[in-house]
């Protein structure tokens, strides 16, 4: 593929306005070292160096365009507490559009706090609460996207399955998306895929595919998915295998472009980004998923929820053409 088309491709992604929804979340990092085993029980002493958190969940897939260069609205709801204060701080900070997430008193904000160790996750705590949002909510979210939709290039769906996202929320954002030709990329559990039918592009891991299709041949897989979901395209991503794309009728894999491999914390979120991103600033699917897998391919060699910038991709790229020229 021509890496100098996307690099222009790139330079085109500050010109670009998204849409976000699902479910928000903190992501904490605690960075230390272990130095000896606790006498009060047979578990690790990690003396703490660093603490940091980022925007989690969708929350990751804003954070992600955001470093790429695009405009974002995000929709999605945070508890009355600290917590939620503290997510959308980090979101206005960033220039995010944060009218359509709103605050709600009962709901407590989820919070994943991961302990590393020399370079090693010792221990994952989650703070979460699982409340769907009511009729009353959906009807206001779909209400505002009809009027705000056509100032948007694309929409992305980043469902985390802890109650943002419904049956009927997720077929009127697919319906949204039919209705104003705006393009609909779904990252779902497996539980929920069929809700989005319909959808532009579903991007499942595979561990996810397989449960969706109940089937274990990578071809066969995607296929499955492409007829009970009812979506024309579907990317799975296979890890340190790449990804595989189902366009239609044609199938494309795309090896890694990964040389070290610390960390795949919200790596899928960048890849929903990434391709979110492309396709607004006029990408095709296969450019767009090329482009993902070189932003994977960055984002997996940093520890912890971390992000691409536009500058590191396009300097990836780049240094593709270089070898390429060689």
Same mark, same amino acid.
């Given at each position: 593929?021509?890496?100098?088309?996307?690099?222009?491709?790139?330079?085109?992604?500050?010109?670009?306005?998204?849409?976000?929804?699902?479910?928000?979340?903190?992501?904490?990092?605690?960075?230390?070292?272990?130095?000896?085993?606790?006498?009060?029980?047979?578990?690790?002493?990690?003396?703490?160096?660093?603490?940091?958190?980022?925007? *989690?969940?969708?929350?990751?897939?804003?954070?992600?365009?955001?470093?790429?260069?695009?405009?974002?609205?995000?929709?999605?709801?945070?508890?009355?507490?600290?917590?939620?204060?503290?997510?959308?701080?980090?979101?206005?900070?960033?220039?995010?559009?944060?009218? *359509?997430?709103?605050?709600?008193?009962?709901?407590?904000?989820?919070?994943?706090?991961?302990?590393?160790? %020399?370079?090693?996750?010792?221990?994952?705590?989650?703070e979460e609460s699982y409340n769907v949002i009511t009729s009353d909510q959906e009807d206001t979210i779909i209400?505002?996207?009809?009027?705000?939709?056509?100032?948007?290039?694309?929409?992305?769906?980043?469902?985390?399955?802890?109650?943002?996202?419904?049956?009927?929320?997720?077929?009127?954002?697919?319906?949204?998306?039919?209705?104003?030709?705006?393009?609909?990329?779904?990252?779902?559990?497996?539980?929920?895929?069929?809700?989005?039918? *319909?959808?532009?592009?579903?991007?499942?891991?595979?561990?996810?595919?397989?449960?969706?299709?109940?089937?274990?041949?990578?071809?066969?897989?995607?296929?499955?998915? %492409?007829?009970?979901?009812?979506?024309?395209?579907?990317?799975?991503?296979?890890?340190?295998?790449?990804?595989?794309?189902?366009?239609?009728?044609?199938?494309?894999?795309?090896?890694?472009?990964?040389?070290?491999?610390?960390?795949?914390?919200?790596?899928?979120?960048?890849?929903?980004?990434?391709?979110?991103?492309?396709?607004?600033?006029?990408?095709?699917?296969?450019?767009?998923?090329?482009?993902?897998?070189?932003?994977?391919?960055?984002?997996?060699?940093?520890? *912890?929820?971390?992000?691409?910038?536009?500058?590191?991709?396009? %300097?990836?790229?780049?240094? %593709?053409?270089?070898?390429?020229?060689?």
């Amino acid at each position: 593929m021509n890496s100098k088309k996307l690099v222009q491709i790139v330079d085109k992604f500050s010109s670009t306005k998204l849409i976000v929804l699902g479910d928000l979340m903190i992501d904490r990092f605690i960075f230390g070292s272990v130095s000896r085993i606790s006498p009060e029980a047979p578990v690790p002493i990690v003396n703490v160096h660093k603490k940091m958190s980022m925007p *989690g969940g969708a929350g990751n897939v804003v954070n992600n365009l955001v470093a790429l260069g695009g405009s974002v609205s995000v929709y999605g709801i945070v508890g009355k507490d600290q917590t939620g204060q503290e997510l959308l701080k980090m979101f206005t900070k960033n220039n995010v559009d944060i009218k *359509g997430t709103s605050v709600e008193p009962n709901r407590e904000t989820i919070q994943k706090t991961r302990i590393i160790a %020399q370079n090693q996750h010792v221990v994952r705590v989650d703070e979460e609460s699982y409340n769907v949002i009511t009729s009353d909510q959906e009807d206001t979210i779909i209400k505002d996207l009809n009027i705000e939709i056509n100032k948007f290039d694309a929409i992305i769906v980043s469902d985390y399955g802890k109650g943002f996202l419904t049956y009927t929320l997720a077929q009127k954002i697919v319906k949204l998306g039919i209705n104003y030709h705006k393009i609909v990329i779904v990252d779902t559990k497996p539980d929920h895929a069929r809700w989005f039918n *319909g959808c532009y592009l579903l991007t499942p891991n595979l561990k996810e595919a397989r449960e969706i299709s109940g089937l274990d041949e990578i071809n066969d897989i995607g296929r499955e998915i %492409q007829k009970i979901c009812g979506c024309k395209n579907v990317l799975i991503t296979q890890g340190a295998e790449g990804m595989t794309l189902f366009e239609g009728l044609n199938i494309d894999h795309f090896p890694t472009k990964a040389r070290e491999v610390y960390d795949v914390s919200g790596a899928g979120d960048t890849v929903e980004a990434s391709i979110g991103i492309a396709l607004a600033a006029g990408a095709s699917l296969k450019e767009a998923v090329e482009i993902a897998n070189h932003a994977a391919g960055i984002v997996v060699g940093k520890i *912890g929820t971390a992000t691409v910038s536009s500058k590191e991709l396009k %300097q990836d790229l780049n240094s %593709q053409t270089k070898q390429n020229d060689k």
